[in-house]
């Protein structure tokens, strides 16, 4: 199966997308296409469009408190008018899915077992006091709970190893992940080059690249048994975006009954990335100190001169912070 090509994208906003990759040509249907910032996000607004589709990506800026309170309030208000889709979370890795259903299924109250949830499943990096009330709705409404991202391990053996390190090749043919496009992996190097800002080494541009299609491909494939149901995944923008996320991994028909929502902050960046969703609300810029002030550089290892040549670079092991793979879901230090 081939990935799916984004849907409803005006044709400007591809070859907007296509300049910035060097399309010199697309130049000037950038500049005759001004872009629009887009609408400040409500409960009511995000709760219908949650409703639009059975395959829901919400993404987020992942340390944005408000975020978070607006898209709890969201959901609970598509449950309370009858939804019960399932809650998949980037936060939880898919390996992790067995502990998650232990817990879903243990007698106890809300908060104990929200709890217990994350210690059994709750990767490290994660401010988890901003994901408790997405576990508390879905257990006081025995809703799925989805583990659906590929661990950091995992995102590791892909970015030294390859794809083969944790896809067999069936799902790799079902996730298109057979034919990578340059165009994707190029995309992909730009957006992690920008979340590095900067400072990430060329040469590991590629390999960090895969890793991140990997995750977006395990996140598909682990939403994918709820798509009749209904499912709702709580992830990063950089997930969430039609061109390069989630999606992209999913097949043309559930692509079109699927919605992309991109919660952005209201900065000079929303106007730029908002074409890249279905839809697209602005909140308050989350007060943060700039990110890029502190980040070392990556480097290299170098293997032993007699140690035999990998199929793949080795790298120093990742930072700790998933945040530290995802793109734009890091914040980018001003222009």
């Known amino acids: ?16 997308r296509a300049a910035a990759f060097g399309l010199l040509a697309a130049v000037a249907a950038c500049a005759s296409t001004p872009a629009s910032s887009p609408p400040p996000a409500t409960v009511e607004a995000l709760s219908q469009a949650l409703m639009r589709e059975p395959i829901v990506v919400l993404g987020e800026v992942h340390d944005n408190v408000a ?42 109250d809300t908060a104990s077992r929200v709890t217990h949830l994350i210690e059994a499943a709750g990767g490290r990096g994660w401010n988890w006091d901003l994901y408790r009330p ?26 030294r190893e390859g794809l083969g390190s944790v896809f067999e090749e069936s799902q790799r043919v079902a996730l298109g992940l057979d ?26 541009l590629p390999d960090l690249a895969l890793a991140q299609i990997a995750r977006d491909a395990m996140l598909a494939q682990s939403i994918a048994p709820y798509f009749d149901q209904g499912v709702v995944l709580l992830t990063g923008n950089g997930h969430a975006r039609r061109d390069i996320g989630v999606l992209q991994h999913v097949s043309a028909a ?30 308050p810029a989350q ?9 070392a ?14 199929l793949r670079r080795t790298l120093l092991p990742l930072p700790a912070n998933p945040q530290s793979l995802d793109g734009i879901e890091q914040q980018r230090k001003p222009d």
């Open 1 to 16: 199966m081939s990935p799916p090509r984004t849907r409803r994208r005006p044709v400007a906003a591809r070859l907007c």
């Open 67 to 108: 975020q978070h309170a607006l898209r709890a309030q969201a959901l609970a208000r598509v449950i309370e008018r009858g939804r019960r889709p399932a809650i998949a979370l980037e936060q939880l890795d898919h390996d992790r899915q067995p502990e998650v259903e232990r817990v879903r299924q243990e007698p106890g």
């Open 134 to 159: 997405y576990l508390a709705l879905a257990l006081e409404n025995n809703l799925p709970i989805v583990a659906a991202n590929l661990s950091r391990k995992q995102a590791m053996n892909v970015a």
């Open 179 to 204: 034919a990578i496009s340059p165009d994707l992996l190029l995309a992909q190097e730009h957006e992690i080059e920008q979340g590095h800002c900067g400072r990430a080494p060329p040469e590991a």
């Open 254 to 283: 559930d692509a079109a009954r699927a919605i992309s929502i991109g919660l952005l902050e209201d900065d000079k960046q929303a106007a730029e990335q908002a074409p890249y969703f279905d839809v697209a609300m602005t909140t």
């Open 287 to 295: 007060a943060r100190a700039d990110p890029c002030a502190k980040l």
């Open 297 to 310: 550089p990556m480097r290299m290892s170098a293997p032993p001169a007699d140690a035999p040549r990998p």
